[in-house]
């Protein structure tokens, strides 16, 4: 009689990593459908829409997982708000108010700052230095990611530049920084309570920051005739986009740290890249140079992880400024 052997799982750094891919990608898909919600609707209603919906989905998925104990704060409740508004209000708003200001190249190059501003948070928290390699992956994601979004046409980061937005989307990225690194605060929850819980803090508050501009005037709703063209896409920027990219990247991150973990978000503007390579966009010689350093960043970055049986350390967070 022949034993089945049951497929051995995978090593949990892959894992994770599997995880941030997948979560970056679709955010990296999510970009272009954005932009066709955003000519109908704000920003803030779009937010709305997608955590408005999500959050609700989060709770239902962690009462039936861990059952409705799950959903006692433990005496968190305002650093979860915090938390929440930072990943959920903070980083989107920020980075889309500020993209509507400025070009979709500058989002792009500013997200590649976050894994910068994660290691240098990380130093100043824990007062090491990180290693060299480390260092030479941060400057490969750069460049990279520069190159990637102008083609090598450098001159392109002086078209529509502005300091204003600019600074919008280093905050906006410090926001998102901020609340991957906030899990770390919580470290016998799971990844979805964590979603669940910071996901419903952030819709909260989302919905007074909607109630407050609408009572001022400052909404932009779709008409009814356009809600049949516009469901699809937010449908996938809901369920895929919201729930389960944002669950993957926190469970990803849980694994892998946040200073590590943090590197794959460059993988947003490739896949933006591949996606527009689908559609008959030629590849130019400066998009394939960026996409090789992000890649060869990515790949270097791993280089540098935990041995078998040693845990990923995730740094401390004290709460001090926004996502």
């Given at each position: 009689?022949?034993?089945?052997?049951?497929?051995?799982?995978?090593?949990?750094?892959?894992?994770?990593?599997?995880?941030?891919?997948?979560?970056?990608?679709?955010?990296?898909?999510?970009?272009?459908?954005?932009?066709?919600?955003?000519?109908?609707?704000?920003?803030?209603?779009?937010?709305?829409?997608?955590?408005?919906?999500?959050?609700?989905?989060?709770?239902?998925?962690?009462?039936?997982?861990?059952?409705?104990?799950?959903?006692?704060?433990?005496?968190?409740?305002?650093?979860?708000?915090?938390?929440?508004?930072?990943?959920?209000?903070?980083?989107?708003?920020?980075?889309?108010?500020?993209?509507?200001?400025?070009?979709?190249?500058?989002?792009?190059?500013?997200?590649?700052?976050?894994?910068?501003?994660?290691?240098?948070?990380?130093?100043?928290?824990?007062?090491?230095?990180?290693?060299?390699?480390?260092?030479?992956?941060?400057?490969?994601?750069?460049?990279?990611?520069?190159?990637?979004?102008?083609?090598?046409?450098?001159?392109?980061?002086?078209?529509?530049?502005?300091?204003?937005?600019?600074?919008?989307?280093?905050?906006?990225?410090?926001?998102?920084?901020?609340?991957?690194?906030?899990?770390?605060?919580?470290?016998?929850?799971?990844?979805?309570?964590?979603?669940?819980?910071?996901?419903?803090?952030?819709?909260?508050?989302?919905?007074?920051?909607?109630?407050?501009?609408?009572?001022?005037?400052?909404?932009?709703?779709?008409?009814?005739?356009?809600?049949?063209?516009?469901?699809?896409?937010?449908?996938?920027?809901?369920?895929?986009?919201?729930?389960?990219?944002?669950?993957?990247?926190?469970?990803?991150?849980?694994?892998?740290?946040?200073?590590?973990?943090?590197?794959?978000?460059?993988l947003v503007p490739l896949t933006a890249l591949?996606?527009?390579?689908?559609?008959?966009?030629?590849?130019?010689?400066?998009?394939?140079?960026?996409?090789?350093?992000?890649?060869?960043?990515?790949?270097?970055?791993?280089?540098?992880?935990?041995?078998?049986?040693?845990?990923?350390?995730?740094?401390?967070?004290?709460?001090?400024?926004?996502?």
């Open positions: 009689m022949s034993s089945q052997k049951s497929a051995a799982p995978l090593p949990p750094a892959l894992a994770a990593s599997l995880c941030l891919a997948l979560a970056t990608i679709i955010w990296g898909a999510a970009f272009p459908v954005s932009k066709l919600v955003l000519a109908d609707m704000d920003a803030l209603s779009m937010t709305l829409v997608r955590y408005g919906f999500a959050a609700p989905i989060f709770v239902a998925l962690l009462v039936w997982r861990e059952g409705t104990g799950a959903l006692r704060t433990e005496g968190a409740t305002w650093r979860l708000l915090g938390l929440g508004t930072l990943g959920f209000a903070g980083f989107n708003l920020l980075m889309f108010y500020a993209v509507g200001m400025s070009r979709p190249e500058f989002g792009a190059i500013v997200m590649a700052l976050q894994p910068l501003i994660a290691v240098l948070i990380h130093a100043l928290r824990s007062g090491s230095r990180p290693a060299a390699r480390t260092w030479l992956a941060l400057a490969l994601a750069v460049v990279g990611v520069v190159l990637l979004t102008t083609d090598g046409q450098l001159s392109r980061l002086t078209e529509h530049a502005a300091v204003l937005p600019t600074l919008m989307m280093i905050a906006g990225g410090s926001c998102w920084v901020l609340y991957s690194m906030g899990a770390a605060a919580f470290p016998t929850w799971s990844p979805l309570r964590y979603t669940a819980l910071t996901g419903s803090a952030g819709g909260l508050a989302l919905l007074l920051m909607w109630l407050v501009l609408g009572a001022a005037g400052g909404l932009r709703l779709p008409a009814l005739s356009a809600l049949p063209a516009l469901t699809p896409a937010l449908l996938f920027l809901t369920l895929l986009a919201a729930v389960l990219a944002v669950l993957s990247w926190n469970a990803g991150m849980r694994k892998l740290g946040a200073q590590r973990g943090m590197l794959f978000i460059n591949a996606i527009g390579v689908l559609r008959g966009h030629p590849l130019g010689y400066g998009e394939l140079t960026g996409a090789v350093l992000v890649l060869a960043s990515l790949a270097l970055n791993q280089l540098g992880a935990a041995k078998p049986g040693r845990p990923v350390a995730t740094p401390p967070v004290v709460l001090a400024t926004a996502k």
